[in-house]
Structures are given as structure tokens and as C-alpha cells.
């Protein structure tokens, strides 16, 4: 009989570990992990790397309506059937991840995906690629450009997500990229100062 008891001790508290290893804190609350390089990108606008079934819990806590993907591989399926199960929009913007010196940044599908972006009806909305530096970073880039903020503030925001990873071609791409087409954003502070002198 208390052989029985003790194999009963033993199975309860090996379930409590594995509870506490996987989703709960040592207080018993629920633990949420952000992906990779996730950030507030602005109000109702985030960005991040891909999400993997141990961010679930956190990006739940999000309340999205949109998901921009820049990627071209097809999104895992229980990264879809996680979209289904919480009504999240899933728009996918195919962007190879080409390296240097031969950057091609379509510049046509970084503008649809602008539009999903500026889009109030999709916020909250979380923006990714794979690590959530390049093509990431380009379209945030690009938005910051519409919202005026000045060249140095936008490559600085750049250059702290893609780290020593960060790319020349991305930076120019930004430069010359035209947000004149883009109308009615209002302006955003920027950490440059201007001089009028």
C-alpha cells in the first residue's frame, strides 16, 4: 500500500515538472516567449522573425487580425491551422532572401505589402520573414520613409535588427526607395535634429 502511494507521489510530481518545464513559471503562471527579434514596430504594427509553435501563446496575447509574411515558402501547416484557430489573416509577399552583391528587392511587392500595412483594418498586424532582419527590415525601412523619418534614423533602426548581417544593398534600396506615392501618413518624429542655419 505505501508503495503505491510513493509511485503516486512520483507521477504527480513528475507531471508538475513537466508543466513548469514547458508553459508554467515556478509561481504556476503561463510563460510566453516572443519570436525572434520581435518588436513594436508602431501603434498596432509589430515585427518579428518566424513564429514557432512555442511563441503561440505570446502572439495570442497580441489580439492580431493580420500576419504580413515575406516569404516565399509556404507556411507550415500548424502555423495555419494556429491562423484559423484565432481568425489571424495571413498575407504572404513571396521576397527571395538573396544575399550581396546581387540583391534583387522587388520593389512592386514591397509596395503591396505596404498597402496591407497602412491598412488600419488589418491591425493589429505582425510583420516576419525568417530572422526578421532583411526583408523585414526593408519594408519597415520603407515605411518609416512614408512616415518621413530621416535616412540616419532609418538605417539605425535597421542596422540594431540585422546586427553584423546587416547589408549595403538593403540600405540603398531604402534610400531610393520612392514613398511619394504614399499620402494622407502623418508625419512621425525623427531623432535627427535639423539645423536651420
Not at 6 to 29: F, V, W
Not at 89 to 115: C, D, M, S, W, Y
Amino acid at each position: 500500500m505505501k508503495l503505491d502511494h510513493k509511485l503516486h507521489d512520483i507521477e504527480i510530481a513528475q507531471s508538475i515538472t513537466d508543466l513548469s518545464s514547458d508553459k508554467l513559471d515556478s509561481n504556476e503562471e503561463e510563460l510566453y516567449t516572443p519570436p525572434l527579434n520581435f518588436s513594436m514596430v508602431d501603434n498596432g504594427v509589430f515585427r518579428s522573425g518566424f513564429p514557432d509553435t512555442a511563441n503561440f501563446s505570446f502572439i495570442k496575447t497580441l489580439g492580431l487580425r493580420s500576419i504580413v509574411y515575406l516569404c516565399p515558402e509556404p507556411y507550415p501547416d500548424h502555423n495555419v491551422e494556429f491562423l484559423k484557430a484565432n481568425r489571424i489573416h495571413l498575407f504572404q509577399f513571396g521576397i527571395e532572401g538573396t544575399k550581396e552583391p546581387f540583391v534583387n528587392i522587388p520593389e512592386i511587392t514591397i509596395r503591396e505589402a505596404l498597402q496591407v500595412v497602412l491598412d488600419v483594418n488589418n491591425h493589429p498586424l505582425l510583420i516576419h520573414c525568417k530572422r526578421g532582419k532583411h526583408r523585414t527590415g526593408c519594408l519597415v525601412g520603407c515605411l518609416r520613409k512614408i512616415e518621413r523619418w530621416c535616412l540616419t534614423s532609418i538605417f539605425e533602426e535597421y542596422q540594431r535588427f540585422a546586427a553584423a548581417k546587416a547589408r549595403i544593398s538593403d540600405q540603398r534600396f531604402m534610400e531610393v526607395f520612392d514613398a511619394s506615392g504614399f499620402k494622407d501618413i502623418p508625419t512621425s518624429p525623427c531623432s535627427c535634429i535639423k539645423s536651420d542655419r
